[in-house]
């Protein structure tokens, strides 16, 4: 079956030149400026219309295929990550503790259709650049099908992760990440490392932006700038594919187009954000690193927030 149109984030970055471009033209802001600044962000109303198509529901299947060159410890910071959306209830983690990436993860759950429960499935590594280190998006899709492996009882989606030196198409330029569909019962997405190639656009916070103010940029919680900027893209298209998976689902403007579940909060990590301001984060007392959810194995994410149906907000975690 033909793959739907993937959803990118080509509209975003379109717009934070402009966004950000506002933030400039205002002086030295005070803090209290900045406080009416962040409530003017909060009080704009924001619904994703629900289009009555299919959600990933239920138990949903991850297969993973690393594409390029990543080290042990960077494809157990994204692993950790994924497997913390669903924690076993046997684990360290403490349910109690908050914020934790299972807690932004549940935030889904109040979309149509009930809870998704996410494990992590076949593991594939191409190191060798099979298909070479320039990747078109037929060739995106051929990996997809290459990362599938063996059919889940529930749905699946098939994800591809390119290493910071392999270039894709529309990388950089117009999106840092994509998800899309390629059966009724599957998904497919692609999260790239920016490191070396774009980390002002697909790595801030943990870089300088391209455009707008250039505040120090944030320590990033795994110390990976590339790595924790993926895994922030792969959270954001995670939560666009289980939400609108088959581009009629939750969104809002146009199909080809669409803001999604956290697409329509971009930018946004903590409350009184405003563009150009992650928001207050929590802080690393020993590293500095700022993070704002807490995985399996102890580790520390910065998610960015999500769209709440049951409040028509942008919901950060602290």
């Known amino acids: 079956m033909a793959a739907s149109s993937p959803t990118s984030f080509s509209h975003l970055l379109l717009l934070l030149p402009t966004l950000l471009l506002l933030l400039v033209s205002v002086p030295s802001p005070s803090s209290a400026t900045s406080r009416k600044l962040a409530a003017l962000v909060q009080q704009q109303p924001l619904v994703l219309q629900y289009h009555k198509g299919p959600l990933l529901k239920g138990k949903l299947t991850v297969n993973i295929l690393w594409y390029g ?3 042990s410890t960077q494809r157990a910071i994204i692993i950790d ?9 046997a684990s360290t983690l403490n ?3 908050s914020p934790s990436v299972a807690s932004w993860w549940r935030t889904t759950e109040r979309y149509e259709g009930g809870p998704c429960t996410v494990s992590v499935g076949n593991q594939t590594l191409d190191d060798r650049y099979s298909l070479g280190k320039l990747i078109k998006n037929p060739q995106l899709r051929a990996l997809a099908v290459k990362a599938a492996g063996q059919k889940s009882n529930g749905y699946s989606i098939s994800l591809v992760l390119t290493s910071a030196d392999v270039a894709v198409e529309g990388f950089c330029m117009s999106r840092c990440g994509t998800h899309g569909s390629s059966s009724p019962r599957s998904a497919y997405a692609w999260v790239g490392n920016s490191a070396s190639q774009c980390p002002g656009q697909c790595a801030w916070p943990f870089h300088q932006p391209i455009y707008g103010p250039q505040a120090p940029p944030l320590v990033p919680p795994n110390g990976d700038v590339g790595v924790d900027g993926m895994v922030i893209n792969l959270a954001t298209v995670l939560a ?3 939400t609108n998976p088959f581009s009629n689902g939750y969104f809002q403007g146009p199909a080809t187009a669409p803001l999604e579940a ?3 909060c971009t930018g946004i990590f903590g409350k009184g954000a405003y563009p150009g301001y992650t928001g207050a984060v929590l802080v690393d007392k020993t590293t500095g690193a700022s993070y704002n959810a807490v995985g399996l194995n102890g580790r520390k994410y910065l998610l960015p927030a999500m769209w709440d149906p049951t409040s028509s907000t942008c919901t950060p975690l602290v």
């Open 69 to 71: 060159s990543f080290s």
């Open 81 to 89: 990550f994924l497997r913390s959306l669903s924690p076993p209830a």
């Open 95 to 97: 349910p109690a503790k």
């Open 240 to 242: 666009g594919a289980v």
């Open 262 to 264: 956290v697409t329509a």
